[in-house]
């Protein structure tokens, strides 16, 4: 690895495994980095660093194999506690110091991140704009005159211009996802309650999350796997698995909003990078499907306009009555509105959103994930400081609903302008679709071979994924409806199923299809070389999720095994002999969705 370029967590990762590099080496580059780039509004604080290169070189003692992020440099936003560090919320009032590590930052320590510093944030983390500080403005690396986008503009900002490899961040109205655009890096808001938030100074309790920037989709998913769990330390902490990336889908069905209802606030450059994008998507073979946009616009309003300004206003009342001068004046101008709301208010929009939420869960029902832009625009700091509420509020057009609709999110490059603005999209899909996210949009920035960050660093090979099942999983082969894209697939995917393969049979096989509801195919094994090669699917599910989902298996079909192209046998779906009886065989469309596609005139 170069001395100067900025890596990737995976690089990093294996360079200290090969001994190439150690980690204190890693370690003291970080912080010459830091004070090369001499932009002391990107940290509020730094680590001493004699301590973080004792803890780096502690590490020869433990097994390397087993530490994810093993020597890793890592920046925490200044609202997430980390021992030995002030916590501020960008707000020196409010300053203490917090005893022990916030679940996230234990975490990662654990998997063998070394933590260098807090950063910059719009105080309170209320703004999508990174200019609401004390501490002063970070300077975007990207573009010197744009705003660094907040509120985790430090984080963004770190590792944008290659002084971490990885930064953590918070999203409630888009804060992980609007500085990823604006940096060209990617912001990975999982699902709520995936990472604790133990130990995160609230922006909006019920709708927070940590957040996660990095250079690649496969770093930031290494840590959210490393920090994801239930914690009993927070009551809004979840138990849900969180998967593994797995293969492109070869059917993969988009959201996009209908035409005409995107809003660029002008901005053709923006618009016309939108389009490129679905392009692209359409080239690696999804399929886009309008669906009705403007009920999410209405969530997204109701989250300033709404009762959960009141959230942010409890974080700060206290301050508010005894040093109101502490805040800055467009924060406090904000949460201040959250006194005057009253309970009939909040149930009030409480109702509309639960059937907000029962729209969005329809929208979602006909695709796998839509697709929109992070932002619509991208604003200079001297236009946001002239106009502060309104050019903010306009970069949450995308951003404000997500947390409140219980969505997961990734944010990608998409493009990097002509006038040097950088582009970017987000992909969204119902909480619990973390993995999937993820599977799609590692394969779509890697499509772009966009430079990452501020560096001009090159995107490295999407590493291979591991096409097999876990010591405690079982493989299933799909070779109808519970094809990805096909009426059954959520079955498998509420099971914490994940893709492994699409391949094919040996030529042993006939298709039929069955006279059921809805439509299915039944697979029969005929002498060897007597059929036809039909396309399936391989799937992998714990032992516990296999013994679920086959107990709920219908007749006439079963599982047994089934011989592959390749030689291998894997379990798989098969008929009874006896409900081919008057079925019509299909082997000749060679699969499933061959056969539904001309079915239906597709």
């Known amino acids: ?16 495994r090969a001994a190439t590099m150690t980690p204190a080496q890693t370690v003291a580059r970080c912080y010459q980095r830091i004070r090369a780039h001499n932009d002391p509004a990107v940290f509020i604080s730094l680590r001493d660093e004699n301590d973080a290169l004792a803890e780096a070189e502690a590490l020869a003692a433990k097994d390397a194999n087993a530490l994810p992020l093993l020597g890793v440099p890592v920046a925490v936003k200044d609202n997430i506690d980390v021992k030995g560090m002030a916590t501020t919320a960008a707000c020196p009032a409010f300053s203490y110091d917090p005893a022990q590590d916030s679940t996230a930052a234990a975490k990662l320590r654990a998997a063998g991140a070394i933590i260098i510093g807090k950063t910059n944030l719009d105080q309170f983390a209320t703004g999508l704009v990174g200019v609401r500080s004390p501490y002063g403005i970070p300077v975007n690396p990207v573009r010197s005159d744009l705003v660094p986008g907040g509120s985790s503009s430090g984080s963004a900002v770190a590792v944008s211009a290659g002084l971490v490899p990885l930064a953590l961040g918070t999203d409630t109205a888009g804060s992980g996802r609007v500085p990823a655009m604006l940096n060209n890096i990617v912001g990975l808001k999982p699902s709520l309650g995936l990472i604790s938030n133990a130990g995160l100074v609230p922006a909006c309790r019920t709708l927070d999350c940590i957040s996660v920037f990095s250079f690649t989709v496969d770093d930031a998913m290494t840590a959210l796997t490393a920090m994801a769990g239930p914690d009993g330390a927070d009551p809004y902490s979840r138990d849900r698995p969180l998967g593994a990336v797995s293969a492109f889908p070869e059917k993969l069905r988009l959201g996009v909003p209908r035409n005409g209802q995107l809003i660029f606030f002008g901005d053709r450059a923006s618009e016309n990078a939108y389009g490129e994008a679905l392009e692209r998507w359409t080239q690696l073979g999804a399929t886009l499907i309008e669906f009705d946009l403007e009920p999410f ?3 997204a309003r109701l989250l300033y306009e709404g009762p959960w300004v009141a959230e942010r206003y409890l974080v700060i009342r206290d301050l508010l009555a005894s040093s109101p001068d502490s805040i800055h004046p467009v924060t406090r101008e904000i949460t201040a509105a959250g006194a005057r709301l009253t309970a009939a208010d909040t149930f009030a929009s409480l109702y509309r959103l639960q059937a907000l939420r029962r729209v969005a869960e329809r929208s979602f029902a006909n695709f796998d994930a839509m697709v929109l832009p992070t932002a619509p625009t991208a604003y200079s700091t ?11 509020s306009r970069l949450g057009t995308y951003t404000n609903f997500v947390n409140l609709l219980d969505l997961c999110g990734l944010a990608l490059p998409a493009a990097m302008r002509a006038d040097g603005i950088p582009f970017g999209i987000t992909l969204l899909a119902p909480a619990g679709r973390d993995a999937q996210l993820a599977s799609i949009g590692r394969v779509f920035h890697a499509d772009t071979k966009l430079k990452m960050g501020a560096k001009g660093l090159t995107q490295p090979p999407l590493a291979s994924l591991p096409a097999a099942a876990g010591a405690d ?18 079955e498998l995917q509420a099971l914490g ?8 049979t040996a030529p042993d096989y006939k298709l039929y299809a069955l006279d059921t509801t809805p439509p299915k195919p039944g697979m029969l094994r005929v002498d060897a070389g007597a059929g036809s090669a039909i396309k399936l699917e391989l799937w992998t599910l714990s032992a ?15 599982i047994g095994t089934i011989r592959l192209a390749d030689g291998r046998g894997v379990k798989g779906f098969v008929v009874e002999p006896a409900a081919i009886n008057g079925a019509r065989d299909i082997s000749v469309y060679g699969g499933w969705r061959a056969f539904m596609a001309e079915k239906v005139g597709v």
């Open 297 to 299: 616009y209405e969530t």
């Open 382 to 392: 001297a236009q946001v400081l002239a106009n502060p509420i309104e050019l903010n």
């Open 473 to 490: 999983e079982i493989t299933v082969a799909v070779v109808g409806a519970h094809l990805s894209g096909m009426a059954l697939n959520g």
């Open 544 to 558: 516990a999720a296999f013994g679920k989902f086959v107990a709920a298996i219908p007749p006439p079909l079963g």
């Open 497 to 504: 199923a994940r893709l492994l393969e699409a391949t094919t």
């Open 1 to 16: 690895m170069g001395s100067d370029a900025p890596e990737t967590v995976a690089a990093i990762v294996a360079a200290h």
